[in-house]
């Protein structure tokens, strides 16, 4: 059974970064063709893709303005587990935040994490 | 970047009765070098994470109800449910990924009457 746990702090001040882990259990992220995303959630609103990471540790990160330069998502087979850092924390980055799996076996991003709710105030 | 544009953005049902939501993209989904249709929809119920229903235009992901339903071509793409049922409550949204960044729509909130 696959499953992907979030982790990271509830609570972050302005202009820190944020590190958050996805932990997978189940499935190897060495497995060619699996790749694992983060998505943000603020509160009462729309889901929004931040970055992805693949098997062979191509990376894709969001070109919206509001992000750049500020995201980098990193992994380690060793632990089977993805890494995203958020730098220059504002109040606007509160939400929850997903990470989700994406594979052929049985369908792409049939598989996300609980969530983990992050909140950004002084 | 692909947009993706959700109608209606509130959607009361009756049990039993059809519902359908419709999502256009600013481009064409489908890739034409295999011929699929990168358009996926999940369901989130309050409280949870998102949930696969439809990936790839109209395959039924692994344990969802036949009264799901994907189709579409073009920029223009729907999810039907043959017969809502109260369990079926929540937001749902449509999701591109045939390129990156892969996007959402705005969500449509979906409500028994």
């Known amino acids: 059974q696959v499953t992907l746990k979030e982790s990271g702090p509830a609570l972050v001040k302005p202009t820190q970064s944020l590190t958050l882990t996805c932990s997978v259990s189940?499935?190897?992220?060495?497995?060619?063709?699996?790749?694992v995303g983060w998505i943000r959630q603020p509160p009462g609103k729309a889901l929004d893709w931040l970055a992805l990471?693949?098997?062979?540790?191509?990376?894709?990160?969001s070109p919206s303005p509001s992000l750049q330069s500020r995201l980098t998502i990193s992994k380690d087979t060793s632990k089977n587990q993805v890494v995203l850092t958020m730098t220059n924390m504002d109040p606007v980055d509160t939400g929850t935040y997903y990470c989700?799996?994406?594979?052929?076996?049985?369908?792409?991003?049939?598989?996300w994490g609980q969530g983990s709710l992050v909140t950004v105030s002084s | 970047d692909v947009v993706m544009t959700q109608t209606p953005l509130s959607l009361p049902v009756t049990p039993g009765e059809p519902a359908s939501i419709s999502c256009s993209s600013s481009q064409s989904l489908l890739n034409s070098d295999d011929g699929n249709t990168y358009v996926d929809w999940y369901l989130q119920k309050p409280g949870q994470s998102p949930h696969l229903l439809i990936y790839s235009l109209s395959y039924r992901a692994s344990g969802v109800p036949d009264r799901f339903s994907g189709s579409g071509s073009g920029t223009d793409y729907t999810l039907k449910i043959s017969r809502v049922d109260t369990e079926d409550v929540g937001v749902y949204y449509c999701m591109q990924r045939i390129e990156f960044p892969y996007s959402f729509g705005q969500g449509t909130k979906l409500e028994i009457k």
């Open positions: 990471i693949f098997w062979d540790d191509d990376k894709l990160y």
């Open positions: 189940g499935l190897s992220l060495s497995t060619s063709g699996v790749g």
């Open positions: 989700a799996l994406e594979t052929d076996d049985p369908s792409p991003f049939a598989y």
